[in-house]
Each structure stands twice: as C-alpha cells, then as structure tokens.
T-cell receptor, first 110, second 114 residues
Framework: DAGITQSPRHKVTETGTPVTLRCHQT?????MYWYRQDPGHGLRLIHY???????DKGEVSDGYSVSRSKTEDFLLTLESATSSQTSVYFC?????????FGPGTRLTVL | AQSVTQPDIHITVSEGASLELRCNYS??????LFWYVQSPGQGLQLLLK??????LVQGIKGFEAEFKRSQSSFNLRKPSVHWSDAAEYFC????????????FGGGTRVLVKP
C-alpha cells in the first residue's frame, strides 16, 4: 500500500462542466502521475509532476490541466468536460523507479 | 518513442494449466519493464519488474517473467493457474529519464475455466 487515495471515487457530470479530481499521498514522494484507462488502450499518461509547482505533459494532455501546490496533493482538472473524457482515472506515485497506483476514479460525462 | 504490444487481447486457460502472456516492446536502450495485474473494479497491482541483471525475474503470486533483449520481449508465465488469477494483465515499459514515465500495452484479459 503506497498510501495513495483518490477522490471522488465515482462522478457523473454533464458536458461542459468543470471537474477536478484529487490524488493524495501520505509518503512524501516527489513524482506523481495521472493516467486514464480506456478499453484496448491500457493506461495512457495525461500529466505528471516532479515536484511542487513542477508539472509536464504526457501523451494525452489535451483538455486537461494539473496543479501541485503541496507535495501530497496532485489535482487533475477538466476545464470543460466532454463525453470523450469518460474514463477511469488513476493516480500514481514513483518509488524506487517503480510506480504504484491509487484505486481510481470512474468519471462519466453525459 | 517507446511502445508496448500485447498481442493477445483475451486468453482462456483451465485451472491448473500453465499460462504465458506475451509482451513486446520498442525502446532505444535497456528498458525498465513491468507487469501489473488488475482485478475487476480494482486498481493496478505490481506483479514484478526488471531493471537489470538476471533476465528471469520472480514476482508475487507465483508469476515470473523473462527479459529477452534479442526478441524485445518480456513474457509473463505461471506454471499452474488458480481461479483467482482471472484478471487483466498489463505490460509496461518505463522511460528512465523524464520521471520514469510508463507506456502501457493494451492489456490481456485472462479467463480461468474450472
């Protein structure tokens, strides 16, 4: 257990609304990541962070932004949700060059 | 850019039989390689990893994987499958620079028959 929690665990929202997902870790890891999981695609990296206020884009970053104002929290924001962003979102931390994942957030955009 | 291919989308295996899941990767140097397992509705659990050294690595739950540089493969094996091994399995390659970002394969779903 890498001490990672995600909130909310489930969310249903409407197209065009903003949505923020939170990832919280308790072990002071420097690197944190956001992935989305879709059938047939495995997990794809959205954004990652290598420290407070230090973030970079991943493979599928369009339509998403992130923020990290504290070591323990990494926020993912969908500024204006679209149906194509319906997915399961996983947060991860890196420890010893190995990533450990949170329980996931299932997001449905209607 | 790195990539990972898991050629088998679904595999059905009888309980007690052996299991092998294929993984091929594309990466410019010696990669970090991982296998994760995901049970229905759950997060991802690390099964095993390869960084360097012995090319046969042991993991949890009786799984092992072999790194073959010449074939760019990292196949996962288990000698005798249990019903609880029914899950989806993901192979991933880690990019050593830039925060060890992971690139995942599409996954292989394993069904275990009694």
């Amino acid at each position: 257990d890498a001490g990672i929690t995600q909130s909310p665990r489930h969310k249903v929202t409407e197209t065009g609304t903003p949505v923020t997902l939170r990832c919280h870790q308790t072990e002071n890891h420097r690197y944190m990541y956001w992935y989305r999981q879709d059938p047939g695609h495995g997990l794809r990296l959205i954004h990652y962070s290598y420290g407070v206020k230090d973030t970079d884009k991943g493979e599928v970053s369009d339509g998403y932004s992130v923020s990290r104002s504290k070591t323990e929290d990494f926020l993912l924001t969908l500024e204006s949700a679209t149906s194509s962003q319906t997915s399961v979102y996983f947060c991860a931390i890196s420890s010893g060059n190995t990533q450990y994942f949170g329980p996931g957030t299932r997001l449905t955009v209607l | 850019a790195q990539s990972v291919t898991q050629p088998d989308i679904h595999i059905t295996v009888s309980e007690g039989a052996s299991l092998e899941l294929r993984c091929n990767y594309s990466y410019g140097a010696t990669p970090y390689l991982f296998w994760y397992v995901q049970s229905p509705g759950q997060g991802l659990q690390l099964l095993l990893k390869y960084f360097s050294g012995d090319t046969l690595v042991q993991g949890i739950k009786g799984f092992e994987a072999e790194f073959k540089r010449s074939q760019s493969s990292f196949n996962l094996r288990k000698p005798s499958v249990h019903w609880s091994d029914a899950a989806e399995y993901f192979c991933a390659v880690g990019e050593k620079a830039a925060g060890n970002k992971l690139t995942f394969g599409g996954g292989t779903r394993v069904l275990v028959k009694p």
